[in-house]
């Protein structure tokens, strides 16, 4: 196989803390021997667990972001045991220009796994971590928010997994970031996801979705920071006991939790974030916005649960999901 183009200037295996870069050549219009400088931190004391720490997967979701770079600086080496590896913005590319995907090759890195030494800068990107980073890790913490298009109550979530102490130990380390929900995550579609390259390899994965509007809020950056630490308690690698806070545990049983648009128009919220439904609830109207006197279009929730997600522009269109369901276990 192809040695990835990227080359990190930290030593993995050294102890103390190290800032620097994963440096990825790219050659363009603007610089012609240039490089993609993704920032990226270790902090290491001894023997012990690894934790890789990861935002800016989607470039357009800060809360990750924040709590991480906020974390490089905050942690001495004599604060942990074993390794944490910070990369708070994943597709930097993504995230300095504060979209989801990559404006160099037009990439999503959650659906670029287990990427291509020889692709574009995303799938390099994503080569990356798929034989260099992941193997190195035994826990794995991917910040997520709902970026432009989406906004969630704040969740930390983990899979169902073939491999039952596997997920057992994913769920554990899920409740102990200590999110304000914590969803057992059904995906419509996880090929080529960072999270599936993770699980294939046993690792202990958690993600977050966090909140969402291209913004951060006040609320739903606590809820980052406490939870990485915790995340970190629950490894072993920081000392002390878990900060444990109510969770409301839900469950995504079936594709009935998502209410998917077949219009588009003008989107009227019925219920908000946080709200319990019961089936045949009204979650939003669409309306027609080319003609007057027509009737909206209803969605309605098609099982009894907690509205964890949905749509954020004001328009949406055909396809688009309109919300989000969790059902309380
Ligand atoms: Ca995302």
Redesign the pocket.
């Known amino acids: 196989m192809t040695t990835s183009p990227i080359s990190p200037d930290i030593d993995f295996d050294a102890d103390g803390v190290q800032h620097g870069w994963l440096r990825l050549p790219h050659s363009s219009e603007r610089s012609a021997w240039g490089a993609i400088m993704i920032p990226i931190c270790q902090v290491k004391n001894g023997a012990g667990p690894t934790a890789l720490l990861t935002g800016g997967?989607?470039g357009d979701?800060y809360e990750g972001p924040i709590a991480l770079f906020e974390l490089t600086r905050a942690l001495a080496a004599a604060d942990v045991q074993g390794r944490v590896i910070i990369v708070p913005a994943m597709n930097h590319p993504a995230l300095v220009a504060a979209r989801r995907t990559s404006p160099l090759d037009g990439g999503n890195l959650?659906r670029s796994f287990p990427g291509a030494p020889d692709g574009g800068p995303t799938a390099k990107i994503a080569d990356f971590f798929q034989r260099a980073l992941l193997p190195l890790a035994d826990y794995v913490l991917d910040f997520?928010?709902?970026?432009k298009t989406l906004e969630f109550a704040p969740f930390a979530a983990a899979h169902r997994l073939d491999d039952a102490r596997q997920e057992a130990a994913c769920m554990a380390a899920m409740r102990a970031f200590g999110a304000p929900y914590s969803v057992a995550l059904r995906e419509l579609d996880a090929v080529g996801m960072y999270d599936t390259a993770a699980e294939a390899m046993g690792k202990i994965f958690v993600s977050t979705?966090i909140g969402g509007g291209g913004t951060a809020r006040a609320a739903g950056v606590r809820v980052a920071r406490r939870g990485v630490r915790n995340f970190l308690r629950h490894a072993g690698i920081l000392a002390g006991p878990v900060d444990v806070v109510d969770s409301v545990t839900l469950d995504m049983p079936d594709a009935d939790c998502y209410v998917t648009s077949l219009s588009a128009g003008l989107i009227a919220p019925a219920a908000d974030l946080g709200a319990t439904v019961k089936a045949g609830d009204v979650l939003a109207e669409v309306h027609d916005v080319r003609r007057t006197g027509a009737a909206p279009d209803v969605y309605r929730a098609r099982r009894d649960g907690v509205l964890i997600g949905r749509h954020f522009p004001g328009l949406v269109a055909m396809g688009d999901p309109i919300a989000v369901l969790g059902v309380p276990v």
């Open positions: 997967n989607h979701e959650n997520h928010s709902g970026g979705e």
